[in-house]
């Protein structure tokens, strides 16, 4: 059994570690925030706000309704109805005048380089069901009628696809809920 002062300085190192890395992924979040490519996914019909978990909109994506198409499925989900397989990966998504992405491919799917306009997205499936960064908008108590017409979902996107929901926009790419910032 190691001494009392060994296992001190096990733990201490261990906190360290823990801190070191939580602030290098603060850190990375802060980059992407500020350097990312700032793209938009279109809307599907969204959810109803949750009066469980607070005043949030649920987010549908027309991507993700054209992806699951190309992915492949498990035989029997939670449900007991046929889903996504469990899984990650990315796309390639071509991106259009207004910067909003359109379904191209599976990356590594057909191996060939990215057009310019071009840009990775990744994505994960839980569940069964198929998201991209965030399946949530959480907002201000009170606010739920600024965020009705929301049309689409503006992130922010690294290089390899790694992505972050930075705020909600309608059909002429006006951003909603800044008013209650104000």
Known sequence: ??????????????????????????????????????????????????????????????????????????????????????????IVAALDQQSVAHFVRLDGTEPRARAENEIYLQYRVRNGQLEFASNAFFFQEGTAAQYESANYGQFRVAEDGEMLLTGLYDEQFAELGKQALD
């Open 1 to 90: 059994m190691p001494e009392p002062s060994i296992r001190g300085t096990v733990a201490l190192l261990s906190c360290l570690l823990i801190l070191v890395l939580v602030n290098l992924s603060i850190a990375g979040k802060e980059r992407l925030l500020s350097e990312g490519r700032i793209v938009y996914l279109e809307l599907d019909p969204v959810d109803p706000r949750s009066l469980m978990q607070g005043d949030y909109m649920a987010l549908n994506y027309r991507l993700a309704a054209q992806l699951s198409a190309h992915l492949p499925k498990q035989k029997e989900s939670v449900s007991r109805l046929p889903g996504l397989a469990p899984g990650t990966g990315r």
